[in-house]
């Protein structure tokens, strides 16, 4: 063909030369094939110095041609070199690709075998036993409730008592028969505002303690919106979300109206300055329980924010 008639000291003639940038392509092309089909021969065949020093010590120069590989004897007619599998036979065989110095990268053959570790290779039983064991210690040997517990019948020893998170002991604000409900509304406003004192959501959780229906399995409108009272954990988020404008307040509470309701519940009205001393507005629906450990104390049964003239679009709901 034309593309390959060649002048007279073999190259290609002007006309039929390939453009730069494609014989350059071309080239690193054919380097890269090299560069695979070298490292493919030498992890097929055994280097020759190699070879040389497994057959130099006490074997003849007429059988180093020859070795038992695998139980049968093999040569390479056209190079000479024995194939790179091992043999019990021949033990000093040395894999030309096997030098970890040789590519810099560690040898991912023995990932998988017995007694490989991760960034050591195969170790024997000996070193395996120095190597330091970094294990994660159960509930049953960290928690100090479970760590002096007998062991049950499935085998654990944990009471399950450390595995929630909001494992503290009780408020020390709570609903009380000599509270009144404007007291019963500024001891929760106060709670908010140091509501992380002497603990973290301190304040929340007096907010839980005086809900009616903190722990019911039924919606409820406490927070305006339609809502589970069942999970602490959940109230803790929503309290910071809805309360936000009274936690850290400056304490100004300003009682506007305290009024009872057509279905008995008593609506209080009030005014609190929140952290930048800026008036929010508030109703809190109270009412006298009946029954339960607090029973004849005020608890809120509706929080919610309203505007300044005290509507909000969730009256009519709550």
């Known amino acids: ?58 074997r003849s120069v007429g059988l180093a041609a020859r070795a038992r590989v695998g139980g049968k004897a093999l040569t390479n007619a056209r190079s000479g070199l024995l194939p790179a599998r091992p043999s019990p036979l021949s033990p000093s065989v040395v894999l030309a690709s096997s030098d970890p110095g040789a590519s810099g990268k560690p ?14 290779g195969v170790l024997s039983m000996d070193q395996l036993l120095e190597v330091p064991i970094k294990r994660f210690k159960p509930t049953s040997e960290e928690c100090p409730f479970c760590r002096d517990a ?18 503290v002991p009780g408020p020390l604000v709570h609903p009380h028969q000599m ?13 908010l505002r140091d509501n992380d004192e002497p603990r973290s959501h ?15 399995m039924e919606r409820s409108r406490y927070f305006g919106i339609s809502s589970d009272m069942y999970h602490y954990d ?7 979300k809805y309360f936000g404008p009274l936690v850290r ?34 109703i809190f629906i109270m009412v006298q329980r009946s029954f339960g450990k607090y029973e004849g104390c005020w608890q809120s049964h509706r929080i919610v924010q309203t505007d300044e003239n005290f509507h909000t679009k969730y009256l009519e709901f709550i």
């Open 1 to 58: 063909p034309a593309a390959t008639h060649t002048g007279p000291r073999g190259r290609v003639s002007a006309p039929f030369r390939l453009p730069k940038t494609r014989k350059k392509n071309e080239k690193c092309f054919g380097e890269r094939i090299f560069r695979r089909r070298a490292n493919a021969a030498c992890q097929l065949f055994v280097h020759p110095l190699a070879m040389a020093a497994a057959f130099s010590a006490g």
């Open 107 to 120: 040898d991912t053959k023995d990932v998988g075998k017995k007694g490989y570790v991760k960034g050591e």
């Open 150 to 167: 007998p062991v049950k019948e499935n085998g654990s020893k944990c009471l399950g008592i450390c595995r929630n998170p909001q494992n």
């Open 179 to 191: 509270q009144d409900v404007e007291d019963a509304v500024r001891l929760q406003i106060n709670a």
């Open 202 to 216: 301190h304040g929340v959780q007096v907010m839980w303690e005086f809900s009616v229906e903190s722990g019911n």
């Open 234 to 240: 959940h109230f803790i988020g929503k309290s910071l």
């Open 249 to 282: 307040n400056k304490g100004n509470v300003d009682f506007v109206d305290v009024s009872v309701m057509e279905d008995g519940r008593t609506m209080v009205k009030v005014s609190v300055d929140d952290i930048v001393g800026k008036p929010t507005h508030w």
